[in-house]
């Protein structure tokens, strides 16, 4: 037996007995029992563990951008979208980057949160994009100085501009910058496109992982898959009900088969929300897409172990958690996120210490994986 199958036997058997008995019930129907924080939180009810905790997926937006291509656009619509009828509350939270943040990070115990500016700015063209890239991380270089032991930050890099974009990612890397923050698909087009490879050879020899976040799938694949339902439900079927998380995990495969890793071995990559269905769907892939398909060097699954790090981020399901662990194994890959503000950091918290796994685990998730992976 090897390690990951021993572990999921030892999860299912023990640590499946140890939840139910913390909801105060047993699961006697074979079916993987919920952790407590599968149920909301309640402000003020939860006595957090003691432990040092950092976040991945954290959102916020610059003031550039606000005032300019993010509240009336596509982009605009995309949070209202997710937000729902908190709209409004969630477009302010996206902006507070200072003591009403840092509040909310209190009450959930949360001590730091690596910034990432989403929505993003991969839609817009290159002469539009480069000087709102350059601003917003200049913004985000204040931001981090003034709150430097509660904020780390991602770099926004202009896609649209490959070759300027590695520059810039060099410029930020050199002021403290933990990494990349890419959203999606820069017009249709995906990182696996040789445009985009002066960012990832980049990203390679500065050491600087890339969270890769979702965005809408393009508007040719909305309007095929999406299409034919209110607005309201086909633009959350489109993002966060689904599109978002199929959107990424394809994105994220298309790296892998088309070559990527193979031409950037040491590029690590960042994906949320329990891994977009990777995991779910890497043995599946190992056996219908075989490397004699492929022609990698390696088989599909040795570069999501490898090359690919995962985080929570909304994602406060104990049997998707189980997934990814079994699968990918808790030490360097699993780490802690919220999802500001489109998910409840109270929430996030309350589901980290409920999980029935051992305290070393905890503490790298927690915070041990990602200050390995940062240098911090």
């Excluded at 509240?71 to 902006?95: C, D, M, R, Y």
């Excluded at 993003?120 to 985000?140: H, I, S, Y």
């Excluded at 002021?175 to 002066?198: C, E, M, Q, T, V």
Aim: include cysteine; charge should be negative; hydrophobic fraction near 40%.
């Amino acid at each position: 037996m090897d390690r990951r199958k021993f572990i999921a036997g030892t999860m299912l058997a023990a640590g499946g007995v140890a939840t139910a008995h913390a909801n105060g019930r047993i699961a006697g129907n074979g079916v993987m029992p919920k952790a407590v924080a599968d149920e909301p939180a309640k402000p003020g009810m939860h006595k957090f563990s003691k432990m040092r905790t950092i976040t991945l997926e954290e959102h916020y937006v610059s003031p550039a951008f606000a005032a300019g291509p993010g509240k009336p656009s596509q982009a605009g619509k995309n949070i209202q979208t997710a937000a729902g009828e908190h709209f409004t509350e969630t477009w302010e939270l996206l902006q507070d980057v200072g003591p009403g943040r840092l509040a909310l990070m209190d009450e959930a115990d949360i001590d730091v949160q690596i910034l990432g500016h989403g929505p993003g700015m991969e839609q817009l063209e290159a002469k539009e994009q480069v000087p709102l890239v350059r601003d917003t991380n200049d913004f985000l270089l204040e931001t981090v100085a003034k709150y430097p032991t509660r904020f780390g930050g991602f770099a926004s890099v202009c896609t649209a501009a490959p070759e300027q974009a590695a520059k810039e990612l060099e410029r930020m890397m050199q002021a403290g910058a933990k990494g990349a923050f890419i959203n999606g698909h820069s017009r249709g087009r995906y990182l696996d496109d040789k445009f985009f490879w002066p960012i990832l050879e980049a990203a390679q020899h500065l050491n600087a992982p890339i969270y890769l976040h979702p965005t809408p799938p393009p508007q040719a694949v909305f309007d095929v898959y999406y299409a034919g339902f209110s607005p309201a439900l086909a633009g959350l079927f489109s993002t966060a009900g689904w599109g978002w998380h199929i959107e990424t995990g394809l994105h994220a495969s298309r790296m892998i088969l088309g070559g990527v890793f193979d031409q950037f071995p040491n590029l690590q990559i960042i994906v949320g929300h329990m891994g977009e269905a990777l995991p779910f769907m890497m043995p599946r892939m190992d056996s219908a897409m075989n490397q004699h398909v492929t022609k990698l060097k390696q088989p599909i699954s040795a570069y999501l172990r490898q090359n690919f790090h995962y985080t929570f981020s909304g994602f406060n399901f104990t049997q998707n958690f189980y997934d990814v662990m079994t699968q990918m194994g808790v030490e360097d890959r699993i780490m802690f996120s919220a999802d500001h503000p489109f998910a409840s950091m109270l929430e996030a918290r309350t589901f980290l210490d409920a999980l029935p796994i051992s305290p070393a685990d905890r503490e790298l998730i927690a915070h041990g994986n990602a200050e390995r992976l940062f240098n911090m």
